[in-house]
C-alpha cells in the first residue's frame, strides 16, 4: 500500500515536522545540561539517580528517532551513511552505558557530548556542510582507511625498535598513542631511544603533515563548490 505524501514526520516543509524538529532540540539541550549537571552532583545522590532516570528516556526518544529517521528514508541507505545519520547513530549508541552492567564502558558514555551535534539540523547554514561532507565521503573514506594502515604499521614498527628498552612502548595500545600523536599535535615524553625508533618517528612526523592537511584540503575544496545562503544557484 502507498503511503500517503505527508507521512514523514520529519518533513521540515510541513508544520508537524518543524514541531517534531523543534521538540528533539529541545531534547538535545535537555541531555547537554543534564550531562553538565552531572559533573557536579554526587554520583551516589538522587539528584544523580534523576539525571540518569531522565537521560535513559531521552536515549528511549533517540532511539525510536533513528529507527524512525532509518524507515523514513528513500534510500534508507542514504540516510544511514549521511552526516545527520551518523550523528543520530552516535546519539543512540552513547546511551548504552546507561544500560545495567554497561556503565562502565567509558568510551561509549563521552560520545554523549557528541549529541550537541544534532542541533546542527536547525540550522540552515550547516547544509553547506552537509553537502560538502556528501560530496568527499568516499574520498574521506580511503584517506581514513590509508591512515589506519599507516598507524598499524607505524605502532607495530615502534614496538618492535623500542620496546626491549623503552618502558613508554611496552604493549601495540601505547604503541598506537605514539603514532597517532606523533601524526598530529606530538607526542610529548614518547621520544625514541633507538636509531631505528628515531628515523620512523621523523617519516612518521612527515607523513603527519599530510595527515592533517588532506581532510581540511578536501572539506575547504568542498565547501568552495557550494552556494552561499541566499545565493542564486548560476544558470
Known amino acids: 500500500m502507498d503511503r500517503p505524501p505527508d507521512w514523514n514526520p520529519f518533513d521540515l516543509t510541513t508544520r508537524r515536522g518543524r514541531i517534531v524538529e523543534g521538540g528533539l532540540g529541545l531534547l538535545v539541550l535537555m541531555s547537554v545540561g543534564i550531562l553538565v549537571a552531572g559533573t557536579a552532583v554526587d554520583h551516589a545522590g538522587a539528584a544523580y539517580r534523576w539525571f540518569w532516570r531522565v537521560d535513559v528516556v531521552i536515549w528511549a526518544v533517540f532511539c525510536a528517532e533513528y529507527v524512525a529517521r532509518v524507515a523514513a528514508g528513500r534510500p ?106 606523533s601524526m598530529t599535535a606530538g607526542a610529548e615524553g614518547y621520544a625514541p631511544v633507538t636509531v631505528g625508533g628515531k628515523l620512523l618517528s621523523m617519516v612518521l612526523v612527515l607523513f603527519g603533515l599530510g595527515i592533517v592537511a588532506v581532510p581540511s584540503g578536501l572539506m575547504a575544496s568542498a565547501l568552495s563548490k557550494q552556494p552561499n545562503p541566499g545565493e542564486k544557484p548560476g544558470p
Open 76 to 181: 534508507r541507505r542514504r540516510y544511514v551513511l549521511s552526516f545527520f545519520g551518523i550523528v543520530d547513530l552516535m546519539a543512540v549508541v552513547s546511551g548504552i552505558p546507561a544500560v545495567s552492567g554497561l556503565r562502565s564502558v567509558k568510551i561509549l558514555r563521552v560520545l554523549r557530548a557528541l549529541r550537541v551535534l544534532k542541533l546542527v539540523r536547525l540550522s540552515s547554514a550547516i547544509d553547506r556542510f552537509r553537502t560538502a561532507y556528501e560530496d568527499i565521503k568516499d574520498e574521506l573514506a580511503i584517506y581514513l582507511g590509508a591512515t589506519a594502515v599507516l598507524t598499524f604499521l607505524a605502532s607495530y614498527g615502534i614496538y618492535e625498535f623500542e620496546h626491549e628498552v623503552n618502558e613508554n612502548y611496552g604493549n601495540i595500545f601505547e604503541c598506537t598513542y605514539w603514532a597517532v600523536a
